[in-house]
């Protein structure tokens, strides 16, 4: 028997959308006969009838029978037509049911806890024209005719072999690059065979918590920190314990006696922007060797520095490899490449391999052999100097519009490095309502408040600087000063 039904209210279909019309009348089928609109062992209108009423041709229609007789929905009877499939009675009644509720693991169930805080910053529901976005660089300023030949030269040269899985450590050729690179740049000792290519920064904390942290092992955090860091040692069930973030970074003189591990942000502490001096970086060090802590040192944008000259990254300074270094191209090339790097103390090389490898087995190789090349070439170091160049630039443009137009109403931090810096007003304010006063001028700010564990000491705006051109920070600091908490105490 045939269900009187017309198909056009039991399959609908749009020409226009992008899923193959035969998919799209094989999920109307589907959905009819889960949901009782065709019963088990009942007839289905033939091919050729669906085909008129649906005007499409009777090949698109028998491509989906086809399919719903390979998935078991239907069974054909020569001669006689096709049916819903007798045992589907049971699948229906088990359709209607309600979800399961399913457990969770204790990692779940703190993932579950976290998960309104894992996103962030969010990616914002309206667009404002002055958007001062810090987590983000400039794509448009990226050489991405020099990548793609690049790319498209690795994808002709590869070997098929090269296709295959690759090494859970990542590209040779990648790792000898990076090497090369810090070296220059960073004045980072360590050689290939320490360094590990993880997909980003995140990757990257995530299998140090893997190998090196058991449930309730007290954990050194910034406070403020990097949002991302506090949860995923939260939902790995570590004890966090913050420590003050003073002009300098990181105030050693606070840390605990013991810690399995303390990570920090000594080239451009986040989210404040303060550098860690010498003498902190000496004393944190020592810290690591009484209390027997492992480091690790997070230098998300350690390339971006525009007064004086870098102070060493801790890992240079480590003498008993107490420190794991990990640094990201999400900054310098653009976000969705992926691709990170941590160097490991020689001892722990084989533990964060293994971890990689039952992680996701590797990263995309091919995107490593671009992203070596494109270091080899010097293209990449040619971009970052055309990177800082202007960089520099739209800082000095934002500290002079601040100056200008903020006057004294304000303090500032975290201006010689980084891609942002960070506004703390001297006036008594809510950040809520001055951001939202802020967006009502057309411009987007950043709270600080965020980022710490309990309460904020005192509340302060993120300005990022990569994304905006001149004019663009010109006329939004413009408008901010239009705000009354910026007025009241200029002279």
């Known amino acids: 028997m045939i269900v009187p039904l017309q198909a056009k209210s039991v399959i609908p279909i749009s020409k226009s959308d992008s899923t193959p019309l035969s998919r799209q009348i094989y999920t109307g089928l589907r959905t009819a006969i889960l949901n009782g609109v065709y019963r088990a062992g009942e007839r289905l209108p033939s091919t050729r009838t669906l085909a008129d009423q649906l005007s499409v041709s009777r090949t698109i229609v028998v491509i989906a029978f086809e399919q719903l007789l390979a998935e078991g929905f239907v069974k054909g009877q020569g001669g006689s037509g096709t049916f819903v499939s007798e045992h589907l009675g049971e699948v229906r009644t088990m359709h209607k049911r309600k979800p399961a509720r399913l457990r969770l693991s204790r990692f779940g169930q703190s993932a579950m806890e976290v998960s309104d805080n894992v996103h962030y910053p969010p990616l914002p529901q309206q667009r404002l024209r002055y958007d001062f976005a810090y987590s983000r660089s400039n794509t448009d300023a990226f050489p991405f005719e020099t990548w793609r030949r690049i790319l498209i030269r690795k994808l002709r040269e590869a070997p098929v072999r090269e296709l295959d899985y690759g090494a859970s450590a990542g590209s040779s050729s990648l790792r000898v690059a990076i090497v090369d690179h810090l070296r220059r740049s960073r004045g980072v000792a360590c050689d290939a065979s320490q360094v590990i290519i993880v997909n980003g920064s995140q990757q990257a904390l995530d299998l140090t918590t893997r190998v090196l942290l058991n449930p309730g092992d007290r954990v050194v955090i910034e406070n403020p920190h990097y949002q991302g860091t506090r949860e995923i040692f939260a939902v790995a069930g570590a004890t966090i314990y913050p420590v003050g973030v003073d002009s300098d970074g990181l105030m050693t003189s606070a840390l605990p006696k013991r810690a399995r591990l303390a990570v920090v942000t000594p080239s451009h502490q986040f989210p404040t922007g303060a550098i860690l001096p010498l003498s902190r970086r000496l004393a944190l060090l020592d810290w690591a060797k009484r209390a027997d802590a492992v480091i690790v040192e997070d230098d998300y944008d350690g390339e971006f520095r525009y007064e004086g000259q870098p102070v060493e990254p801790l890992q240079s300074l480590d003498t008993e490899e107490r420190v794991v270094y990990v ?82 109403t304000m303090e500032i931090s975290g201006e010689n490095a980084g891609l942002h810096l960070v506004i703390w007003p001297k006036a008594r304010v809510s950040e809520k309502g001055v951001i939202t006063k802020a967006a009502a001028h057309d411009v987007r700010i950043y709270g600080v408040s965020q980022y710490f564990k309990g309460k904020a000491l005192r509340p302060g705006f993120l300005l990022g600087y990569a994304r905006l051109t001149r004019r663009e920070i010109r006329e939004g600091i413009k408008r901010l000063g239009e705000i009354e908490c910026f007025k009241d105490t200029r002279q």
Request: glycine letters at 4%; aromatic letters at 8%.
């Open 327 to 408: 640094g990201t191209f999400s900054r310098t090339v653009f976000p969705s490449l992926r691709l990170g790097y941590l160097i490991a103390p020689k001892s722990l090389v084989s533990a964060f391999v293994a971890a990689k490898w039952l992680c996701d087995r590797h990263s995309a190789t091919l995107e490593q052999e671009t992203l070596a090349e494109f270091i080899r070439s010097g293209a990449y170091e040619r971009h970052l100097r055309r990177a800082r160049r202007m960089l520099a630039e739209r800082r000095a443009e934002l500290l002079s519009c601040l100056k200008e137009n903020l006057g004294n």
